[in-house]
């Protein structure tokens, strides 16, 4: 069985939804501290002046606390209407925008809901099977440091396969993974280049929304399988 473990992030980049869907299993690492300043609350969309980063803001946002302990604002008039400003005119705004949407303005304003929700809607907006669960919801010991807590993961589940991504290659030792009968593998993201409404060249580095309002279903899901393994 293929493990993949992430934090739950906000409409993230391509790269997010390629290792979940690779994985047979995914746990959204929503019990272990939230990262202020860096990427679980916001993105970036494209605008025809280039790469603009949206924010969802978090409530007493602390690095201190953990992802399912903290509670997005209730106001997301901003990044909705930066959202509509932008893709209005796409080919697929009017399937897209109505579920981004649904997500943002979600009544459990939890950040782990929430950003969990923004994984779970495109699979299956998609129609793709998605295994999913919570690290909250794991019998494991929250004491071990972060790469013992990834080794109790996978035995719990009983991994024979880690899946990271690519930047975490410096983090994690194959020899360790395998002392433990487990094979580390890291996914690097191949994103082909499509058409894109607001730009004539073509701009990476941009929130999942991007494709979603620019390419149909079938375009997506060869996009979601555009990776190497390492």
């Known amino acids: 069985m293929r493990l993949a473990v992430m934090q739950p992030y906000l409409f993230p980049y391509i790269g997010y939804y390629q290792l979940a869907y690779y994985a047979d299993k995914f746990i959204f ?20 002046n280039g790469l603009q980063m949206f924010t969802l803001p978090v409530n007493k946002a602390s690095s201190f606390k953990k992802i399912n302990e903290l509670y997005f604002q209730d106001n997301t008039k901003k990044i909705l209407t930066s959202i509509y400003q932008n893709y209005s005119k796409t080919a697929y705004f009017h399937s897209i925008f109505p579920i981004i949407e649904n997500v943002l303005t979600n009544n459990n304003r939890n950040v782990a809901n929430i950003t969990s929700l923004s ?6 907006y998609l129609s793709l099977k998605f295994n999913y ?26 991994a024979q396969e880690y899946i990271n ?17 487990i094979k580390l593998n890291f996914l690097e993201p191949i994103l082909s280049p499509y058409t894109q409404i607001n730009s004539s060249n073509f ?7 991007d494709i979603l309002m620019n390419c149909n279903k079938d375009e997506i899901i060869n996009q979601f399988n555009n990776f190497k393994i390492i």
């Open 29 to 48: 690492y929503d019990d272990v501290n939230y990262i202020k300043g860096g990427y679980i609350n916001r993105n970036n969309i494209l605008t025809k």
């Open 119 to 124: 994984i779970i809607k495109i699979f299956e």
């Open 133 to 158: 669960t919570f690290s909250s919801d794991q019998n494991y010991n929250r004491t071990y440091n972060a790469q013992e807590k990834i080794y109790e993961l996978c035995k719990i589940n009983d």
């Open 165 to 181: 991504p690519i930047g975490g290659k410096d983090l994690y030792s194959k020899n360790e993974f395998k002392k433990r009968n």
């Open 203 to 209: 701009v990476s580095n941009t929130s999942v929304i």
